[in-house]
Nanobody
Framework: QVQLVESGGGLVQPGGSLRLSCAASGTTFSITAMGWYRQAPGKQRELVATITSGGSTNYADSVKGRSTISRDNAKNTVYLQMNGLKPEDTAVYYC???????????WGQGTQVTISS
């Protein structure tokens, strides 16, 4: 099993920056990719960014150019640096790990990000 713990959420003014962290523990050798998803009130959970164990990244169009996902394999931690934050970025952000073995994936508990003046 893989456990994920997010941190770094909070209240930020529009135009500000934030860095989210997600620390993985447990059977981390089974992780093939990690990513961030978000869910705003009344909306479905959506992809924000992913990064594979080899370092390949993928971003949602809504955050491309404003966000950077990175990972520290030695620390089993993935980061999401977000700049130029907008009110529409307000959501609960969830960390996800894709696994080689069942249950094939794991989710963190989520961290609230609120963009407001």
């Amino acid at each position: 099993q893989v456990q994920l713990v997010e941190s770094g959420g909070g209240l930020v003014q529009p135009g500000g920056s934030l860095r989210l962290s997600c620390a993985a523990s447990g059977t981390t050798f089974s992780i093939t990719a990690m990513g961030w998803y978000r869910q705003a009130p009344g909306k479905q959970r959506e992809l924000v960014a992913t990064i594979t164990s080899g370092g390949s990244t993928n971003y949602a169009d809504s955050v491309k150019g404003r966000s950077t996902i990175s990972r520290d394999n030695a620390k089993n931690t993935v980061y999401l640096q977000m700049n130029g934050l907008k009110p529409e970025d307000t959501a609960v952000y969830y960390c996800n790990a894709r696994l080689l073995t069942p249950p094939w994936g794991s989710w963190g508990q989520g961290t609230q990000v609120t963009i407001s003046s």
